[in-house]
């Protein structure tokens, strides 16, 4: 238990070390937050369906900042260590391969968390937030869609060996999905069609499910996109521990 402590603080130091990571998950949601707020404010709009635009806003950055720390921190990282043998080094010691893949899993869990009090921290000071849904709800919610993130950031671990292939892979996964699901802008303002060709995105769904939970809309106008968060958990999940390599 000692090592995995030792372990997850190294990770959590080296998290901090990293400039994009405190960029994107604790600076960038919340400034997207204050630009938004500052532009349209946050008065009942029809076209989102009687909220404004910071309740619609803050469930899509929640979003956002899994998307950083699912898509892009955990697989860089894990790919990193494969590359550079500090996977095939760790697995060497007396740690257990889930010590070594949940360390990394619970570092980018918990700033994730962090990111997401920041944000929230800055609507109810800022903008006087209010939430409309139930708490549990919610964190169930908020849990299911980090989760289902995190699965797919492993399978990119999984699949691919190279530090530069996984960022590349990464990228390709993480940038449609951020400015097409949602995410950074409302999708609302988009055009009909790019609406409709944003359901194959698993990020669309996410803000789909929290959204509904936030603005407590009933079940039954979200419960499709619970049941695909949960699919794609469940199969990145299956699929990651099939494909791991540890160097």
């Not at 740690?95 to 869990?109: K, M």
């Not at 918990?110 to 903008?127: D, K, P, Y």
């Not at 139930?134 to 993130?149: E, H, K, Q």
């Not at 990464?170 to 609406?195: K, N, R």
Request: proline fraction near 4%; include cysteine; charge should be positive.
């Amino acid at each position: 238990m000692k090592k995995v402590l030792s372990l997850f603080a190294f990770e959590l130091k080296m998290f901090f070390k990293n400039v994009t990571n405190i960029i994107f998950v604790l600076i960038f949601p919340s400034g997207m937050i204050l630009l938004f707020g500052g532009i349209y404010g946050n008065e009942p709009s029809e076209m989102f369906g009687g909220f404004g635009t910071i309740d619609v806003m803050t469930p899509s950055c929640i979003c956002l900042i899994a998307a950083v720390t699912g898509l892009m921190s955990l697989p860089i990282t894990l790919c990193t260590y494969r590359e550079n043998k500090v996977l095939k080094r760790l697995k060497a010691t007396a740690l257990s391969s889930l010590s070594i893949i949940g360390t990394q899993f619970a570092v980018n869990f918990l700033m994730t968390i962090v990111g997401i009090a920041l944000l929230l921290l800055i609507v109810l000071i800022v903008f006087h937030f209010e939430l409309v849904g139930s708490v549990f709800v919610v964190a169930s919610l908020t849990i299911l869609v980090i989760c289902s993130t995190f699965s797919i950031g492993l399978l990119i671990a999984s699949i691919f060996k190279s530090a530069k292939t996984a960022t590349t892979v990464a990228m390709m996964v993480y940038f449609p999905m951020i400015f097409l699901s949602g995410a950074t802008m409302p999708i609302e303002l988009m055009p009909d069609t790019v609406q409709k060709w944003s359901n194959v995105l698993p990020l669309t769904h996410a803000v789909n499910v929290l959204k509904g939970g936030w603005l407590n809309a009933p079940f039954s106008e979200y419960y499709v996109s619970v049941l695909v968060l949960v699919a794609i958990f469940v199969v990145c999940s299956f699929l990651s521990v099939k494909c791991f390599k540890w160097e």
